[in-house]
């Protein structure tokens, strides 16, 4: 947002086109870029949390994963808190033994 | 065959952003710095780059002669009567899109490397086997993009096929730039479009009316040595091509009028 448009909000008056622009191209490239349905997406989520919870316990309340693009780089990003391990080494199960 | 030529595809994704009028003037401009230059129109279906540079009535052989091997490959060039460092490989005939390959084109390519320093590739719009073709005997690209939403998209589509086909370096010429809308807010700013698809700006080319002049003519700005701003801003993007340090001016961001400077202060971006 540039001056001009804080200006024109305080005014009642529309934003400049080329705002506009730049938002619409944004969304609609971010989109274009990673050719991923939002279903798709959420189909994606639910399979790595699944595989993920095999091995650690997880917060899926927390848990998130999402598409970031920048520099024409688009990232699968996954932000899963870990609460606990679910895989004991054998060593472990020695200790809890004796 | 490797050899030291530059081969460079001129590509968009739209038509109608000035890929032809690009190639048109950057095969002139790097004619009149001495370098041996070949441009080829790609545009099987819809060929104009003859046209642009006044040699449409020389056309005697096309690339498709120079594939179907009825005609030697100096028999189809057309070499330009005031600037003898440009030639033009014309189109063939637009059934040629029936059979034509990439390896086809790589052909041709090669070809044109044994002879010139410069291969301009005049891209035709869309992403589909004309394009496929090109991009294939290609090994650096200029993507032509104008400030308008569709063209951006469309021109960010063209840089990831680009990428994916190993094409580098990928440059960006902004073209049709009105220096005037840009302070006013009306139309997306030069940073806006690099900052969107990430390129490097090779030039911007401002909106003048001496290039519809020209193309009435057949002679591109770049021939008569003009000094409008269009004809300016290609000299310029030809010696940057050539690996001369010409610094870019954003239009938006000259004048020191007090009238430039507030325009320019209500272009900040607060966030």
Known sequence: MTLRDIIFKLLGRQKTSASTARERLQLVLAHDRCDLSPELLDQMRREILDVVAKYVEIDIEEGAVSLETEDRMTALVANLPIKRSLVTTSSDNDETAS | ?271
């Open chain 2, 1 to 271: 065959m490797e050899t030291n030529t530059r081969i460079i595809l001129i590509c968009s994704g739209k038509g109608g952003v000035g890929k032809t009028t690009l190639t048109a003037n950057l095969g002139i401009a790097l004619a009149r710095q001495g370098v041996c230059t070949a441009v080829l129109d790609a545009d099987f279906g819809l060929r104009n780059l003859d046209l642009l540079l006044g040699l449409e009535n020389r056309i005697v052989y096309t690339a498709q002669e120079v594939l179907e091997e009825t005609c030697r490959l100096d028999q189809a060039l057309v070499k330009h009567k005031q600037e003898p460092n440009l030639s033009l490989m014309p189109a063939g005939n637009p059934r040629m899109l029936d059979w034509l390959k990439p390896k086809d084109m790589q052909r041709i390519v090669d070809m044109l490397s044994e002879k010139f320093d410069y291969v301009l590739i005049d891209c035709p719009a869309g992403v589909e086997d004309g394009f496929r073709n090109a991009v294939a005997a290609s090994k650096e690209a200029i993507v032509v993009t104008n400030p308008e939403v569709s063209a951006v998209r469309d021109a960010d589509r063209v840089i990831g096929l680009l990428n994916t086909h190993g094409v580098k370096p990928v440059q960006l010429v902004l073209n049709r730039v009105r220096p005037k809308m840009i302070a006013s807010q009306e139309m997306l700013s030069v940073d806006d479009v690099t900052d969107i698809l990430a390129l490097p700006l090779l030039g911007l080319v401002i909106e003048d009316e001496q290039v519809i002049v020209s193309t009435n003519r057949g002679e591109p700005l770049t021939l008569t040595g003009g000094n409008s701003p269009a004809a300016r801003c290609y000299s310029n993007i030809a010696r940057r091509l050539q690996g001369e340090e010409i610094p870019l001016i954003d239009p938006s961001k000259q004048g020191s009028g007090v009238r430039d400077k507030l325009k320019r202060l209500m272009q900040t971006k607060i966030f």
